[in-house]
């Protein structure tokens, strides 16, 4: 299989957008309702509904986001760096990890960029982010049933990013129709693929950066933030979401945390190596290294975590949001959420970087997504 070269991956997202960043605010979201499109704020979130094929879907968000899209895009690739344009060779890079992409996602971000009115290349670049970009750092913490004050099985995660100050106003959810499996995406607005998200079976997923792998640099294959999309779309339950992710063919080394209204798993992952990790006291752990629970961490993290769950206490959201706080990295924390799959509720942060130390406020998604029975 060819390896596509970093460093060129690297210029190329610095290089995709480098119009320069002025003083203008994000602009403010608005009610909106479109074909196959609503846009709608609910509570302190903004909710994104999406349905119909995926052309319908990425011209409705298009027309209902793009002004937000052609604002952050440019601002958020000049944040990381900037240049002054592509070469044509390096077009052809992006051209050939987005041939990996699924049919219909690849359709999906093409009626995206011309609904938005956006640099094709550079919005799917951004799509792209684990195989083009490093300095990822993530943490997540689920809790089975023994380990929940209340027997709810949950997913904390915190999503470290650069250019968190850029992100961290611009935050909603999209809920969209049309595959096996409705689901609700945490993003941003422009991102097709998906880095948190949770389905209508109850399934969450997350993708957190593996480091320090010596794995080099990508490979073809599905990319890493379509095939959390494609897991959310297509499964059912942790289960089958290791065995789906296990027959992929995958593009790096990454981590995975997964829950569902019963079980919670974490999995390292690289291009030939895979690892599901046993669930330790109740609780499923991981940031961004391989053998963890082995003294594989590199940085205090997965430590800490550890240290605040305890050996034997009950945990809440409330718990876990704290934990959340004490675990993400101040400059870069851009999304901190806690999942509650059997329910369907999400517990949001919302404020400034870091975002775990800001207001958390509860969503209900269960009026999208069901909730499990008896709950």
């Known amino acids: 299989m060819k390896r596509l070269p970093r460093s060129l991956l690297l210029a190329l997202l610095a290089q995709a957008f480098a119009a320069s960043a002025c003083a203008s605010p994000y602009p403010a979201l608005r009610p909106a309702t479109v074909d196959h499109g609503k846009l709608s704020k609910v509570g302190d979130v903004w909710v994104l509904e999406l349905d119909g094929n995926p052309s319908e879907r990425g011209k409705a968000e298009g027309a209902v986001l793009g002004e937000q899209i052609r604002w952050l895009l440019p601002r958020y690739l000049k944040k990381v760096a900037s240049v002054e344009k592509l070469s044509n060779?390096?077009?052809?890079?992006?051209?050939?990890?987005?041939?990996?992409?699924?049919?219909?996602?690849?359709?999906?971000?093409?009626a995206l960029a011309d609904a938005a009115q956006v640099d094709r290349t550079a919005l799917f670049a951004v799509n792209l982010a684990p195989e083009l970009l490093s300095s990822f750092a993530c943490s997540?913490?689920?809790?089975?049933?023994?380990?929940?004050?209340?027997?709810?099985?949950r997913l904390a995660r915190n999503l470290d990013w650069p250019g968190g100050d850029i992100l961290t106003q611009a935050g909603l959810v999209v809920v969209e129709s049309g595959a096996a499996h409705r689901f609700a995406n945490f993003t941003w607005p422009g991102l097709v693929s998906v880095a948190t998200g949770m389905n209508d079976a109850g399934l969450a997923v997350a993708d957190l950066m593996a480091l320090g792998t010596g794995a080099g640099r990508p490979q073809l294959g599905l990319p890493v933030l379509f095939a959390v999309?494609?897991?959310?779309?297509r499964t059912d339950s942790v289960a089958a979401a290791i065995a789906a992710l296990q027959s992929m063919q995958r593009t790096m080394a990454q981590n995975y945390a997964l829950a569902d209204g019963?079980?919670?798993?974490?999995?390292?992952?690289?291009?030939?190596?895979?690892?599901a990790?046993?669930?330790?006291?109740?609780?499923?752990?991981?940031?961004?290294?391989?053998?963890?629970?082995?003294?594989?961490?590199?940085?205090?993290?997965y430590a800490r975590m550890l240290k605040a769950a305890g050996k034997d206490n009950k945990l809440s959201a409330a718990d876990l949001q704290r934990i959340l706080a004490e675990s993400a990295i101040p400059e870069m924390n851009v999304q901190s959420v806690v999942l509650e799959p059997a329910t369907r509720r999400a517990y949001i942060a919302q404020g400034k970087i870091p975002i775990a130390k800001g207001t958390w406020t509860t969503l209900e998604l269960s009026a999208w997504l069901g909730k499990s029975a008896g709950q």
Request: one cysteine or more; charged letters at 30%.
């Open 89 to 110: 060779y390096q077009k052809e890079l992006v051209a050939a990890i987005a041939a990996t992409i699924p049919r219909d996602h690849f359709d999906q971000l093409n």
């Open 140 to 153: 997540c913490l689920a809790t089975t049933a023994e380990r929940s004050v209340d027997q709810k099985v």
């Open 229 to 233: 999309r494609s897991l959310l779309e």
């Open 262 to 275: 019963n079980d919670a798993r974490v999995v390292e992952t690289g291009t030939s190596y895979f690892h």
């Open 277 to 301: 990790r046993s669930v330790e006291l109740g609780l499923a752990a991981i940031t961004n290294f391989w053998h963890e629970e082995r003294g594989g961490a590199k940085d205090g993290r």
